[in-house]
């Protein structure tokens, strides 16, 4: 089925050139090493993209691939999160569903008590601000609260998110630092803690917890 296409564990660093222009709506890239991305830009049918497991630190070399709503990218070692979603936003606008599971930029969805970690649900809606169109987050369906609340707090999520990723990454190599310096004067519903990450390379905090949201 041309309309489908599986690469999994090919040990191939690029996208094959044959699917250049292809007819390919899905396209699984599981457990490889790509790095070289451009080719995407010429599958004008692509709707489904798995890219799990393949070391990826940077979307940065992303190109625009309109026709894609479904992007996986869950384990590899991606860093950045606003990186990530200021290129997603422009390049991929009508994507519907994102999975960036056991990433550095995704923090543990719970506590040891099973309550939701405050730090996955601000994570959430800094991604819903600037990824409107998405339907469902790392498998679990986008909430018409969380759109509310993406709405009224994205704006200052994303303003200090950024800055701690200006002062911790001030070159294209990611280094992730182990601990920061909050704000002085953090936005009100913002509380200091630490944060979990997913994967065994997560370490460092890029989140504040917020007991009260």
Known sequence: DGEKVSLREQKILSIPGELKGSECKHLDLTENSITEFKILSSMKHLKRLILDKNGIKTLIDFPEVPTLQ?????????????????????????????????????????????????????????????????????????????????????????????SFEDEDYPNDNIIQKKKFSPPKKPAAYLAKGHVRYNGSQSEGNRFILNNEL
């Open 70 to 162: 479904t992007l996986w990218l869950n384990n590899n070692n991606l860093q950045s999160l606003t990186s990530i979603i200021d290129i997603l936003s422009k390049r991929t606008p009508n994507l519907t569903y994102l999975s960036l599971m056991m990433n550095p930029v995704c923090p543990d969805m719970y506590f040891k008590d099973g309550s939701l970690d405050n730090a996955y649900k601000r994570y959430r809606l800094l991604i819903v601000y600037k990824l409107p169109k998405l339907k469902l987050l790392d498998a679990t369906p986008v909430s018409a609260n969380e759109r509310k609340l993406s709405e009224e707090q994205g704006p200052d999520l994303y303003r200090m998110q950024k």
